[in-house]
C-alpha cells in the first residue's frame, strides 16, 4: 500500500507538470537569491565580529594608493624598521595574494597566507599559531596534500601542525580568511628583507599598527610615501560600528525583500495545492471508500508536495553547498528552512483532507437527489 500510495503521488505531481514545474522554479529561486544574499551577510558579519580583538586593542590599517611610477622595491632600511616594530609585539603583518606568485607549485599548488608577529595571533580565530617560527600548518580542506618542508624568504619552513576547517582569519581590508583551505605559514620578523619586492609591498600595506601614537602613524606612512606607497590610515575601534550598522540595514532590506517574495510564492503555491486537490478530490474519495486510509492518503500528498517543492530546490541548495563555507552555511540555513515551510504546508493540507473524510465519512455524505437515489456530496471544502 505504501509503494502504491508512494507513486501515487508522483503520478499527481507529473498530471499537474506544469504547474509544479512553475511553482518548483520559483521557489529555486526564491533559494537561490536566499542562499547568496545570507553568505554576504554572514561573510562581512563574520568579518566585522572577527575583529573584537584588534578593536580592543586600539589597531590603525592603512588603505594603499600606488604611485603611478614603474615597480616598487622597498628598501632594507625600511623593512628592518618594520621588523623591529613587529619584534616588539606592537605591529604584525601579512602576505595574502602575492606568495611565490612565480612558483604554482609552491605548498603544492594550494593557497598560502603569510603572517608575520607573534601578534597575528589576535586576527586568528579557531585556532593557535604554530612556534616557533618559521613554521607552517595545512589546513583540514586543503585541494592539494604535499610533502616536505616549504622554502620562502631563504629559509627552510617545516610543515608542524594541521589547521581546522573552523579556523579563520580576520583581514582588515576585506572579510574573513577560511584558513581550513590554506596553507599559514608563520614567519619572524627578521625574515621580512628576505622576501620578494612583490611580497614586500604588500606586507607594508597589510601592517597593523597596536594603540600606535598619531605621530607613529604619520611617520610610518611618511616612510612608506618615500618609496612611493600612500597610506591612509584607519582606527579600526572607530570605522567598525559604522560598518556594522550599513551590514545591518542591508541585511534587514535582504530580509524584508525575500520576505515579501517568499510570502508571494507560497500565497500562489497554496492557491495551485487546493485547485490540485479540487480536480483530485473525487480520486482521493473513491480510494477511501474502497479501504485506503487517510493515512495513506496524506502519505499520497505528502509526496506530491514533497516533489514539487523539495526535489528541485534542494538540488540547488546542495549544489551551493560543494561551494564551501560561508555559502555552506547559508545552503543549510535555506534547505532548514524550506524543510520547515514544507512540514507546515502538509500539515495544512492534511486536516484539510481529514476534515473533508470526517465529514463525508467512510462511503462519504449522502444525500437524496430527486429520483431518491444517494449520492457523494463533492461540495469543496
Same mark, same amino acid.
Not at 526564491?30 to 561573510?43: P, R
Not at 470526517?358 to 471544502?381: A, C, P, Q, V
Given at each position: 500500500?505504501? &509503494?502504491?500510495?508512494?507513486? *501515487?503521488? +508522483?503520478?499527481?505531481?507529473?498530471?499537474?507538470?506544469?504547474?509544479?514545474?512553475?511553482?518548483?522554479?520559483?521557489?529555486?529561486?526564491?533559494?537561490?537569491?536566499?542562499?547568496?544574499?545570507?553568505?554576504?551577510?554572514?561573510?562581512?558579519?563574520?568579518?566585522?565580529?572577527?575583529?573584537?580583538?584588534?578593536?580592543?586593542?586600539?589597531?590603525?590599517?592603512?588603505?594603499?594608493?600606488?604611485?603611478?611610477?614603474?615597480?616598487?622595491?622597498?628598501?632594507?632600511?625600511?623593512?628592518?624598521?618594520?621588523?623591529?616594530?613587529?619584534?616588539?609585539?606592537?605591529?604584525?603583518?601579512?602576505?595574502?595574494?602575492?606568495?611565490?606568485?612565480?612558483?604554482?607549485?609552491?605548498?603544492?599548488?594550494?593557497?598560502?597566507?603569510?603572517?608575520?608577529?607573534?601578534?597575528?595571533?589576535?586576527?586568528?580565530?579557531?585556532?593557535?599559531?604554530?612556534?616557533?617560527?618559521?613554521?607552517?600548518?595545512?589546513?583540514?580542506?586543503?585541494?592539494?596534500?604535499?610533502?616536505?618542508?616549504?622554502?620562502?624568504?631563504?629559509?627552510?619552513?617545516?610543515?608542524?601542525?594541521?589547521?581546522?576547517?573552523?579556523?579563520?582569519? +580576520?583581514?582588515?581590508?576585506?572579510?574573513?580568511?577560511?584558513?581550513?583551505?590554506?596553507?599559514?605559514?608563520?614567519?619572524?620578523?627578521?625574515?621580512?628583507?628576505?622576501?620578494?619586492?612583490?611580497?614586500?609591498?604588500?606586507?607594508?600595506?597589510?601592517?597593523?599598527?597596536?594603540?600606535?601614537?598619531?605621530?607613529?602613524?604619520?611617520?610610518?606612512?611618511?616612510?612608506?610615501?618615500?618609496? *612611493?606607497?600612500?597610506?591612509?590610515?584607519?582606527?579600526?575601534?572607530?570605522?567598525?560600528?559604522?560598518?556594522?550598522?550599513?551590514?545591518?540595514?542591508?541585511? *534587514?532590506?535582504?530580509?524584508?525583500?525575500?520576505?515579501?517574495?517568499?510570502?508571494?510564492?507560497? +500565497?500562489?503555491?497554496?492557491?495551485?495545492?487546493?485547485?490540485?486537490? &479540487?480536480?483530485?478530490?473525487?480520486?482521493?474519495?473513491?480510494?477511501?471508500?474502497?479501504?485506503?486510509?487517510?493515512?495513506?492518503?496524506?502519505?499520497?500528498?505528502?509526496?506530491?508536495?514533497?516533489?514539487?517543492?523539495?526535489?528541485?530546490?534542494?538540488?540547488?541548495?546542495?549544489?551551493?553547498?560543494?561551494?564551501?563555507?560561508?555559502?555552506?552555511?547559508?545552503?543549510?540555513?535555506?534547505?532548514?528552512?524550506?524543510i520547515v515551510i514544507y512540514v507546515v504546508l502538509l500539515v495544512q493540507t492534511t486536516r484539510r483532507i481529514s476534515r473533508s473524510f470526517?465529514?463525508?465519512?467512510?462511503?462519504? &455524505? &449522502?444525500?437524496?437527489?430527486?429520483?431518491?437515489?444517494?449520492?457523494?456530496?463533492?461540495?469543496?471544502?
Open positions: 500500500m505504501i &509503494r502504491t500510495e508512494v507513486s *501515487g503521488g +508522483f503520478r499527481t505531481a507529473w498530471r499537474h507538470r506544469w504547474s509544479a514545474a512553475s511553482v518548483a522554479l520559483m521557489i529555486t529561486a526564491i533559494c537561490t537569491i536566499f542562499t547568496i544574499a545570507l553568505s554576504d551577510v554572514i561573510t562581512e558579519t563574520s568579518a566585522i565580529l572577527g575583529a573584537t580583538n584588534l578593536r580592543q586593542r586600539d589597531a590603525v590599517t592603512f588603505t594603499t594608493y600606488y604611485a603611478a611610477s614603474s615597480s616598487l622595491d622597498p628598501s632594507t632600511a625600511l623593512m628592518e624598521n618594520l621588523g623591529a616594530e613587529i619584534d616588539s609585539g606592537t605591529a604584525y603583518t601579512a602576505v595574502l595574494g602575492n606568495v611565490e606568485i612565480e612558483d604554482r607549485s609552491f605548498a603544492g599548488g594550494n593557497r598560502a597566507v603569510v603572517l608575520i608577529g607573534n601578534s597575528a595571533q589576535e586576527a586568528v580565530s579557531g585556532v593557535e599559531l604554530c612556534s616557533p617560527a618559521p613554521c607552517a600548518m595545512t589546513g583540514e580542506n586543503i585541494k592539494n596534500e604535499f610533502d616536505g618542508p616549504l622554502s620562502i624568504g631563504d629559509q627552510t619552513v617545516p610543515v608542524v601542525a594541521r589547521t581546522p576547517s573552523t579556523a579563520t582569519l +580576520f583581514d582588515p581590508n576585506a572579510t574573513g580568511i577560511d584558513l581550513g583551505s590554506t596553507v599559514l605559514i608563520n614567519l619572524p620578523p627578521d625574515s621580512l628583507d628576505h622576501l620578494r619586492s612583490e611580497e614586500q609591498v604588500e606586507a607594508l600595506t597589510r601592517t597593523v599598527l597596536f594603540a600606535p601614537t598619531d605621530e607613529e602613524v604619520a611617520q610610518f606612512a611618511r616612510d612608506a610615501n618615500n618609496e *612611493g606607497l600612500t597610506l591612509v590610515p584607519h582606527r579600526i575601534a572607530a570605522d567598525q560600528p559604522e560598518r556594522y550598522r550599513d551590514i545591518m540595514i542591508r541585511a *534587514g532590506l535582504y530580509g524584508l525583500s525575500l520576505l515579501a517574495l517568499t510570502t508571494l510564492v507560497l +500565497f500562489a503555491y497554496s492557491a495551485s495545492i487546493r485547485s490540485t486537490l &479540487r480536480q483530485e478530490r473525487a480520486e482521493l474519495l473513491l480510494r477511501h471508500q474502497y479501504g485506503a486510509t487517510t493515512a495513506d492518503i496524506c502519505l499520497r500528498v505528502a509526496v506530491f508536495l514533497a516533489s514539487t517543492m523539495l526535489v528541485l530546490p534542494t538540488c540547488a541548495v546542495l549544489f551551493f553547498s560543494l561551494a564551501g563555507p560561508p555559502i555552506t552555511t547559508a545552503a543549510a540555513a535555506a534547505e532548514a528552512a524550506l470526517s465529514t463525508t465519512g467512510t462511503g462519504g &455524505r &449522502r444525500k437524496k437527489d430527486k429520483k431518491g437515489k444517494h449520492k457523494i456530496d463533492e461540495r469543496t471544502e
